[in-house]
């Protein structure tokens, strides 16, 4: 959880926007839709925004568990639907899969920003690139190169793609208790003392926010992540061994 006292300019500058969508949606009677959110605004979108009796919300990335996402903002007659969301899919073909950092460079090279585009899965001949509807065009006439490859780019219909899920491992074991260092330092493989030094080093995120409080409380359902490391989520957490430890079970990302 996120303290309100923890957020800053820019998460209230993000909360008094989503307002601003809300209160269209409720005035002009049609749905409205933010640009594309990181997991961090998700969060405080959840957490801290004041909903109104008169406006449904649904927030889609435009496939499963995307991390980024749009939300989308409803009159209270009309059903939240993924369909009418302004999100495309766009293939990007080449003879080598393309990493995410790559593809996302190139096309901020563009000249589009950060908050048009979603989530990018690397392909074996290439990749998925999520965005607006707004920049499908210009992405497609102006992307001919991805770092050195050269590329083709197609809008794609998302039914005729094979997105592979994404690959996890399970680990189960105990923990002394449910502070971050202690849950961390299991995930991770790595002792109190090693944990300890990346949080205060400021390599952690708890529910994709920087934290350094190594006593910071974990809870199930929390998203764990260590710069150069990945991410893990909290899967369940509870019950106690005979010996007080506390039952975890931790999904990693591959």
């Known amino acids: ?3 309100y006292h923890s957020l800053t300019e820019e ?3 993000f909360l008094s926007k989503a307002e601003d969508c809300a209160r ?3 005035k002009y009677k049609t749905p409205q839709f933010t640009k594309f959110i990181s997991p961090h605004e998700r969060v405080v979108f959840e957490q801290f925004f004041e909903r109104s009796p008169f406006v449904e919300q649904l927030v889609w990335g435009g496939f499963g568990d995307t991390e980024r996402s749009v939300i989308g903002f409803f009159p209270d007659f009309i059903e939240p639907s993924e369909a009418l969301f302004p999100i495309s899919v766009l293939r990007i073909k080449a003879h080598e899969e393309l990493g995410h950092r790559t593809v996302l460079g190139s096309v901020l090279g563009l000249g589009i920003e950060r908050s048009l585009l979603g989530d990018i899965m690397p392909q074996e001949d290439g990749a998925i690139l999520f965005c607006l509807e ?3 065009d210009f992405i497609r006439m102006n992307l001919t190169r991805v770092g ?3 590329v083709t780019v197609q809008e794609a219909d998302l039914s005729s793609l094979n997105i592979a899920p994404k690959q996890t491992k399970e680990l189960s074991g105990t923990v002394a208790s449910l502070r971050l260092d202690a849950v961390l330092g299991f995930a991770a493989g790595k002792s109190r003392a090693k944990t300890q030094d990346l949080i205060s ?3 952690v995120q708890l529910n994709w ?3 350094e409080n190594p006593s910071a409380s974990v809870s199930e359902g929390d998203m764990l992540s260590v710069r150069g490391m990945g991410r893990m989520k909290v899967i369940s957490a509870g019950g106690e061994t005979k010996k007080g430890r506390i039952r975890i079970i931790i999904e990693q990302y591959i």
């Open 209 to 211: 926010t920087a934290c």
């Open 201 to 203: 080093a400021g390599l």
């Open 24 to 26: 269209a949606a409720e």
């Open 1 to 3: 959880m996120i303290s």
């Open 134 to 136: 707004s920049i499908v």
């Open 148 to 150: 050195k490859t050269s």
């Open 11 to 13: 998460d209230h500058l």
